[in-house]
Structures are given as C-alpha cells and as structure tokens.
C-alpha cells in the first residue's frame, strides 16, 4: 500500500523569493548543500540531493504552487514515481512551505519525513535567516 505525508515549516522569506529558490539550481544547491539541476518549466526534469532525487515538474503556479514527479534512488524499479506538491503560503512578512508527498512506496514515509526535515527543513532555515 503507498503512504503519504505531510510537512511544514514557516520561513522568513515571501513566497516569491522560496518558490524561485526552489526551482533555481544554484539556490536549491545552496539551500541543501547538495547539487541541485532544475529545468525550471513545465516538463522540466531535475535532479537534487547528488542525483539522489530526480523527476519532473509537472505543474506550475506562480508563487503558489509546484507539482512534480519524485523519486529517490532508494525507490525499486518497480516502483511508480511519488507525487510532490509544493505549496508557499504567506503567513504576515514569512511564508509557511507545505510538501504534500504521496505515492511514497510502503514503509518509507517516516523515512522520507525525516528526510525533508532533517535535509530540507534545517538547512533552509539557516539559509534563509543567515545575514
């Protein structure tokens, strides 16, 4: 059975600035100090985390909004694509990021939870607050 999950934080940046961040390959390496490659259009394939992640945006809504197809090297070959959509969220002069991650292969949400606070949640937040 595939899992979900779902994880926020709130940042000191507008949504703006953290959805072009996002899909920018030098600010996404820089917020995760791993290498990051991201076509940044609708179709685009990217890669994240070393080549660890990779997939495809699939839709796009301006400072909104990013739905893409996800998956890890961990994933089996089997495995179908995850689904990752990507919400900014004003919240007064911050933003509060949602990652909706579904399609997760069985027993691995946790993991991935982990993951994205651990890799994500914790550099962004020095990233974004650093002077």
Known sequence: MLEKLVVSIILPVS???LYQAWLDSQSHSDFTSAQAVIDPIVGGEFTAWDGYI???TLEL???RRILQSWRT??????DS????EILFEPVDERTRLILNHSNIPEG????YRQGWEDYYFKPMIEYFTQD
Do not use: M, N
Not at 73 to 78: I, K, L, V
Not at 81 to 84: I, P
Not at 108 to 111: D, G, K, L
């Open 15 to 17: 949504p703006e600035q």
């Open 54 to 56: 990779t997939g495809k």
């Open 61 to 63: 809504e301006p400072f």
């Open 73 to 78: 090297t961990d994933f089996q070959e089997s």
């Open 81 to 84: 694509d995850s689904s990752l």
């Open 108 to 111: 691995e949400a946790e993991s």
